[in-house]
């Protein structure tokens, strides 16, 4: 488990070096950061370029972390986070210049439909045999310790925080270093349930689906209207002096063309 997440490290690492040998090129922006929003980047570079001639270069899977470490070295113009920055992030400068919302929720690669009780939730992680109600075995993947998602299930589910902690000492399950890892991982495991935000399923068009929770399933819609109550938030992070292309990046953000085009890969602007 520890060589996994060491060797796919190793491998973001030289991804960086590979492409930040220098600082970030004029009409170009180099944006990267949770992997839940490579796609999504993806998808609106084709119209960020065709409306301020900048060259939109998303760098994969780079995480949270790495991303915002890579803005404060001036080799990323902006950074997708999933989490808020710490203290010592704005420390180098760092600044949350804008905000993302997502429904979040659990998948699986069985056919479904499946649904689960809130309150029982935390029960499957703690359990040494879980099983699904037709007798399947339940097969979790696990999230490095220092990963977004784990603070997002704790605070939306109490006594998750407890429950992953003491699976972390088991040596038999899977530990998914990246979130395209994560969905890879449960697309292969028969009875497989991992967390994902809906964004990242949706724009990847994985073939995996959502289990509903308290008799809901998570769509944008439900979770816009309160009735599906778990969304996860991401932050758009600049330098403390944003660069011309980071600027023009926020601005097309803000427009009516590109919050059109989030909606419809699962995400809005702005916190609740």
Do not use: H, N
């Given at each position: 488990m520890k060589l996994?997440?060491?060797?796919?490290?190793?491998?973001?690492?030289?991804?960086?070096?590979?492409?930040?040998?220098?600082?970030?090129?004029?009409?170009?922006?180099?944006?990267?950061?949770t992997g839940a929003v490579t796609d999504v980047l993806r998808a609106l570079a084709a119209d960020f370029t065709a409306q301020t001639g900048i060259a939109l270069a998303v760098l994969p899977s780079l995480g949270s972390s790495g991303a915002n470490s890579a803005v404060a070295d001036g080799k990323l113009g902006l950074a997708v986070s999933g989490r808020e920055l710490r203290d010592k992030e704005k420390a180098r400068g760092l600044q949350a210049v804008g905000s993302l919302r997502t429904p979040y929720g659990f998948v699986t690669s069985r056919p479904g439909p499946d649904g689960l009780a809130s309150t029982d939730i935390v029960g499957l992680y703690k359990s040494a045999r879980p099983l699904w109600p037709d007798g399947m075995p339940v097969l979790i993947v696990l999230r490095p310790a220092d990963d977004s998602d784990n603070e997002v299930v704790a605070a939306l589910?109490?006594?998750?925080?407890?429950?992953?902690?003491?699976?972390?000492?088991r040596r038999d399950l899977s530990v998914a270093a990246t979130d395209q890892d994560n969905a890879d991982m449960a697309e292969r495991m028969k009875g497989s349930l991992v967390g994902a935000t809906f964004t990242q399923i949706k724009a990847e068009k994985r073939n995996l689906r959502f289990v509903a929770i308290d008799g809901v399933m998570p769509s944008l819609e439900a979770y816009l209207d309160g009735s599906y109550r778990y969304g996860k938030l991401l932050y758009l992070i600049a330098p403390a002096t944003p660069s011309a292309e980071a600027k023009a990046f926020i601005d097309f953000l803000a427009g009516p063309a590109a919050r059109s085009r989030l909606r419809d890969l699962g995400l809005v602007a702005g916190a609740r």
């Open positions: 996994r997440i060491g060797l796919v490290a190793a491998l973001i690492g030289s991804v960086i070096g590979a492409t930040m040998a220098g600082p970030v090129a004029a009409e170009e922006l180099k944006i990267g950061g589910f109490p006594g998750m925080a407890d429950a992953i902690a003491q699976l972390r000492k």
